[in-house]
């Protein structure tokens, strides 16, 4: 995973916010690299993450994928049909092509992250713009980590490669070794 980005999608409505939706779902952009992590194993994250045969609720809060290619759309279609079958009950996620996505507002992105103050520390010196923050791929990483979906390993593995100066590298693997 390279950056994530909460925001809205799937909708008519130009710029959409959380407070003025209109049509548009809660969505979320991923930039990955696909010689470390394919589309498939994407998938299989978004599945095990929610209950995809619920159907009730709002159009915000809808399952879907929105996908940008073909071979997307395909694999897409493909998981849905496993899941339905693994399931044995109506999958209600809305496989749909990828229209305009609206960043959602800065208090929505890296929300875990943003919850823990001694790790904001280290990223509101190492990305003091809003934009740096959102894509940076250290931010994402970390705010995966807090949400279950990274190990601590893997981050101390990758952190040389996130462009932190040593004293703050020290700061936030010392800070997620107090998360664990």
């Known amino acids: 995973m390279l950056r994530t980005c909460v925001g809205y999608s799937g909708g008519t409505r130009d710029q959409p916010t959380y407070h ?6 809660e969505a979320i952009r991923i930039e990955y690299d696909p010689s470390r992590m394919t ?21 915000q809060y809808r399952s879907a994928i929105f996908y940008h290619s073909e071979e997307q759309k395909k694999l897409a279609l493909a998981a849905k049909k496993r899941e339905e079958s693994k399931r044995e009950r109506t999958v209600h996620t809305e496989i749909a092509a990828a229209g305009p996505f609206y960043p959602a507002e800065d208090y929505h992105q890296k929300y875990l992250l943003q919850q823990n103050d001694s790790l904001m520390g280290v990223f509101r ?3 003091p713009r809003t934009g740096e923050f959102v ?10 980590f ?17 462009g932190l100066t040593m004293a703050q590298a020290r700061v936030l693997l010392d800070a997620l070794h107090r998360v664990k």
């Open 146 to 162: 807090l949400g279950g979906h990274v190990q601590a390993e893997a981050l101390e593995k990758e952190i040389e490669g996130w």
């Open 135 to 144: 894509a940076s791929t250290a931010a994402a990483r970390v705010n995966g």
């Open 39 to 59: 589309y498939e194993k994407l998938l299989e994250v978004f599945w095990s993450s929610h209950n995809p045969c619920w159907g009730g609720g709002s159009r």
């Open 20 to 25: 003025s939706l209109g049509d548009h779902s």
């Open 125 to 127: 010196e190492f990305c």
